[in-house]
C-alpha cells in the first residue's frame, strides 16, 4: 500500500475516534507505526503541578509508563520547554535542548536510557496556561534518531490528531451538558418540555410524558405539543412562535398562560426562549429553541403563599385569603371555609390588589403560581 493510501485510511480513522474514543488505542498503534516509533502516547501534562494523565499508549512498557506518570514527570526537562511551542509544531529533543545537556539529566539516564530510547517526536495539540495535551512518537536505537522522512509524517497527521481531539473534547462537553440538564429536569415535579422551531417536543421529562399520555390538558400530536383547550393553544404556540425568534415578541418571556378555565383544574404554562434573537435558524430542526414549563396552579402552594407574605408583607389574614383564592376560587366559598364574612374577604383582596399590583383574582394566581418552586418538597 503506497504512503498516500495508508494515510488517507488513517486520517479516516483518526476523525472516526472523534465520534467513538474506543478507537483512540488503535489509532495511537497506527499513528506510531506511520511515524515509524517503537511507542507512542497520547496524553495531558499539568505543567503548574508536574503531573500527567495518559489517555492512549501503545508499545510502552506498563512499569515505565506509571514511572512517568507518577514520579519522572516531574524530572521531565523538556517539559517546560515544549509549553512554549505553538499547537501543531513537530519537535524533537534536539529542537528543544543540545541532546549532550539532555543525556546528563537523570531522566535521560534513568528512564530514556533505561528503555533504549534514544529520540521523541512531540506535538502539542492543546494548550492552557497550565496544561498541555500532547501526542508523542518515541524512537529506540532501532529507529535512529529523528530524521526527515519522521517528522514529515508526523506533521501530517498532527493537525488532524488535533482536531479529532478537539471534537470529541467539545462533544464531551455537549454530552455533559445534555445529561446534566435532563438529571436536572427529571428532578423537577413541573412538566418540563424542550420544544424545537417546528414545535416539536424533543425531551420531556417524566411528568411531561405522563401529561401527554393522560391528554387532559396537553397532547403530543405527531410530536407537536397542542393544548387541549383552542384558545390556550394559541396562546401557547404564539408564545413558542416568539420564542423561537428569540424572545423578541414576548411581552413578558415566562408568564404564565392559562391552559385551562379558573373554575377547572388550574394548569399554567410558562415559555422561556433557549436561543438569542441574535442566532437566526438554521436547517438543524432537532435542536430545542424554547422550554415550556406546565403546572397547576396551587402547586407547592403553602411555601409560595409564605414567600409573597414576605415580598408584599402580607398580614396572616392576607396570606390566608390568597392561599383560599387558588385552593377554593371566589369570596363566598373563601368566607364559607375560614368562617369569616365575605365583606371581610373582598376587604383583604383589595388589600392583596394594592400590595401585589394584581388587578384580579386571576392574576393573584398566577402571581402565586410563579413563586412555586418547581422541585419537590425533598430539594427545597
Given amino acids: 500500500m503506497t504512503e498516500s493510501a495508508i494515510l488517507s485510511a488513517l ?13 483512540w488505542p488503535k489509532v495511537v498503534e497506527d499513528a506510531c507505526r506511520f511515524v515509524e516509533g517503537r511507542g507512542a ?24 509508563l506509571r514511572s512517568y506518570m507518577d514520579s519522572y514527570v516531574k524530572m521531565n526537562p523538556l517539559l517546560l520547554l515544549a509549553r512554549s511551542l505553538p499547537v501543531e509544531q513537530v519537535v524533537c529533543i534536539g529542537d528543544l535542548m543540545p541532546r549532550h545537556e539532555f543525556a546528563a539529566t537523570r531522566f535521560y539516564k534513568e528512564w530514556v536510557q533505561a528503555q533504549g530510547l534514544v ?18 512518537v518515541r524512537r529506540s536505537e532501532r529507529q535512529g534518531e529523528v530524521d526527515t522522512a519522521a517528522r ?7 493537525p488532524h490528531v488535533r482536531r479529532s481531539v478537539l471534537i470529541g473534547k467539545t462533544m464531551d462537553v455537549h454530552k ?3 445529561a446534566n440538564l435532563a438529571n436536572m429536569a427529571s428532578s423537577l415535579i413541573t412538566a418540563v418540555f424542550l420544544i424545537d ?29 397542542t393544548a387541549l383547550n383552542a384558545e390556550a393553544n394559541r396562546s401557547l404556540h404564539d408564545a413558542l412562535a416568539a420564542a423561537c425568534c428569540g424572545g423578541a415578541d414576548l411581552e413578558a418571556p415566562g408568564a404564565a398562560i392559562a391552559l385551562s378555565a379558573l373554575s377547572e383544574a388550574r394548569w399554567l404554562a410558562h415559555v422561556l426562549p433557549l436561543t438569542s434573537g ?4 438554521t436547517g438543524n430542526r432537532s435542536t430545542a429553541a424554547a422550554a415550556v414549563f406546565v403546572r397547576k396552579a396551587a402547586l407547592d402552594i403553602p411555601t409560595s403563599v409564605e414567600t409573597l407574605a414576605r415580598i408584599y408583607k402580607l398580614t396572616g389574614s392576607e396570606a390566608r385569603v390568597l392561599h383560599g383564592v387558588v385552593e377554593i376560587g371566589g369570596a ?40 412555586a418552586s418547581p422541585l419537590g418538597r425533598s430539594h427545597v
Fill in 278 to 281: 441574535l442566532h437566526r435558524p
Fill in 332 to 371: 363566598r366559598e373563601i368566607a364559607k371555609a375560614l368562617g369569616i364574612a365575605e365583606t371581610t374577604v373582598r376587604t383583604h383582596l383589595q388589600s392583596l390588589f394594592a400590595k401585589s399590583g394584581a388587578r384580579r383574582q386571576a392574576d393573584l394566581v398566577k402571581l402565586v403560581a410563579e413563586h
Fill in 197 to 225: 422551531r417546528s414545535g416539536r417536543i424533543v425531551f420531556a421529562n417524566e411528568p411531561g410524558k405522563a401529561m401527554v399520555a393522560d391528554g387532559n390538558v396537553l397532547r403530543g400530536r405527531q410530536g407537536v405539543l
Fill in 41 to 64: 502516547s497520547l496524553y495531558v501534562e499539568d505543567v503548574a503541578n508536574r503531573k500527567a494523565t495518559l489517555f492512549h499508549d501503545f508499545g510502552h512498557d506498563s512499569p515505565y
Fill in 119 to 136: 529520540d521523541t517526536l512531540v506535538v502539542n495539540l492543546d494548550k492552557s496556561a497550565t496544561s498541555l495535551a500532547v501526542l508523542a
Fill in 152 to 158: 514529515r509524517r508526523m506533521a501530517l497527521i498532527a
Fill in 176 to 178: 455533559a451538558e445534555a
Fill in 11 to 23: 486520517i479516516g480513522d483518526i476523525y472516526d475516534a472523534a465520534l467513538d474514543p474506543a478507537l
